[in-house]
């Protein structure tokens, strides 16, 4: 069942007769109209999700839509598919509008596809990617290996410190942190802010001039406001090397080898004893209207 939420407005008489087709769609405009309030919103369900999909290629309805003369509804790209001839009736589709059934899709709303982990939002039906980035419910998986656990990012900390706590490595924002250099040959290593419960991945990879290293902050792309960056410092008994590297943000770690956002660990470094020391700094987007 999918809920949605629809702006009142009374059917004209022509378009009742447009919806003639569908009864159950008749049933939610004279819902709809009950209200005597011009600017109420009035919620109503759908127990067929169906009703909002073209009946030819079964995808979502998109603007514009068309109906033959018996009313038999098709999307613009069907209607071209199908050489303008209904697959129901046979009479010509695709130069009469539906425009009832276009004024639902404009209005129409439907639950965020992450309510399941706690995201209470209603988006357009017409274009939910537009919440997508937004949404700081978007499931986000343990990067554990071997673990297949997903949810919100709050409840994925949870569970991290849960069920993986002997294996994380605690860090506090802007402190240093002395790392065991053996820890970059190894695949991943998990790091955990005291405080907050973030979790930053170090991940290294092997190449021909060194490791590659990359940090990776665990948490949905709307935790993109929050701005991560790491400052690693290697040292040798000869020399030092400092670099800066942003912390990207993603919701499932990857073993594909970066292509950016990474910093090198040469070989000629490592050959010898080395330290190495990281700190990881947060700071916020801050705008400014003039």
């Not at 802007?174 to 790392?179: A, V």
Request: hydrophobic share 30%; net charge negative; charged share 25%.
């Amino acid at each position: 069942m999918r809920n949605l939420s629809l702006a009142r407005e009374q059917p004209s008489v022509q378009e009742e007769a447009t919806l003639g087709h569908d009864k159950r769609f008749i049933k939610i405009a004279e819902e709809a109209a009950d209200s005597t309030r011009e600017d109420s919103n009035v919620s109503v369900y759908l127990l067929d999700k169906d009703l909002l999909e073209c009946p030819t290629c079964c995808e979502p309805l998109t603007i514009p839509i068309y109906q033959c003369i018996n009313g038999h509804i098709a999307c613009s790209l069907c209607c071209k598919r199908v050489n303008n001839i209904c697959p129901s009736c046979k009479f010509r589709v695709g130069y009469i509008r539906c425009r009832a059934m276009e004024k639902v899709i404009e209005e129409a709303r439907v639950s965020c596809p992450n309510a399941k982990y706690g995201c209470k939002e209603n988006v357009s039906y017409q274009n939910p990617s537009s919440h997508d980035k937004q949404c700081g419910f978007a499931p986000c998986s343990c990067p554990v290996r071997d673990c297949n656990y997903t949810g919100s990012h709050k409840d994925l900390k949870n569970h991290v410190n849960v069920e993986h706590k002997e294996g994380l490595v605690l860090f506090k924002w802007n402190t240093p942190l002395c790392i065991e250099p053996t820890l970059l040959s190894e695949e991943m290593t998990i790091l955990r802010e005291e405080k907050d419960g973030d979790l930053i991945v170090i991940q290294g990879f092997e190449g021909t001039d060194g490791i590659f290293v990359t940090l990776s902050c665990i948490a949905p792309l709307a935790n993109e406001k929050v701005i991560l960056s790491c400052s690693l410092e290697l040292r040798t008994l000869r020399s030092t090397l400092k670099q800066e590297v942003t912390v990207k943000t993603i919701q499932k770690t990857s073993e594909e080898e970066p292509e950016e956002d990474f910093v090198l660990v040469p070989s000629y470094m490592r050959n010898g004893t080395y330290f190495l020391e990281i700190s990881i700094s947060r700071c916020w987007f801050t705008y400014f209207i003039a």
